[in-house]
């Protein structure tokens, strides 16, 4: 764990956010950022109310290998909206991961995630 002024790092953990604006991620690299990114994003859900959204996907990479040898990575997500935080179970997140947005169509299992729900 590494500390960038009062934020506690944990270099396992990458965030990546979805807004109607775009994607955002971040890790160790430009976690320093991420306090007043997140604070105009709270602004935007809280005046927007019903046009603003956000999707968060935590990914969590363990010491364990999958079997194309990468890293086993936890996956859990939430949905926010206004004054709104909808955790996601692990079965929400894991049928978003594996179906086409565009189509609704099934796309290949990912072998290297395990999805679990979101805690806060």
Same mark, same amino acid.
């Given at each position: 764990?590494? #500390?960038?002024?009062?934020?506690?790092?944990?270099?396992? &953990? @990458?965030?990546?956010? &979805?807004?109607?604006?775009? #994607?955002?991620?971040?890790?160790?690299?430009?976690?320093?950022?991420?306090?007043?990114?997140? =604070?105009?994003?709270?602004?935007?859900?809280?005046? #927007?109310?019903?046009?603003?959204?956000?999707?968060?996907? +935590?990914?969590?990479?363990?010491?364990? +290998?999958?079997?194309?040898? =990468?890293?086993?990575? +936890?996956?859990?997500?939430?949905? =926010?909206?206004?004054?709104?935080?909808?955790?996601?179970?692990?079965?929400?997140?894991?049928?978003?991961?594996?179906?086409?947005?565009?189509?609704? +169509?099934?796309?290949? #299992?990912?072998?290297? @995630?395990?999805?679990?729900?979101?805690?806060?």
């Amino acid at each position: 764990m590494q #500390r960038i002024g009062d934020i506690k790092i944990n270099k396992n &953990i @990458h965030l990546t956010f &979805i807004t109607p604006e775009g #994607r955002s991620t971040f890790a160790l690299d430009n976690a320093k950022n991420f306090p007043y990114w997140w =604070l105009l994003q709270c602004a935007k859900l809280i005046n #927007r109310k019903e046009d603003f959204f956000v999707v968060l996907h +935590k990914r969590e990479f363990t010491p364990m +290998k999958a079997e194309n040898g =990468l890293p086993i990575k +936890k996956i859990s997500s939430c949905f =926010l909206q206004g004054e709104h935080v909808i955790p996601m179970s692990a079965d929400e997140a894991r049928k978003a991961f594996h179906t086409d947005a565009k189509t609704g +169509k099934p796309l290949p #299992r990912m072998i290297d @995630h395990v999805f679990v729900d979101f805690k806060f």
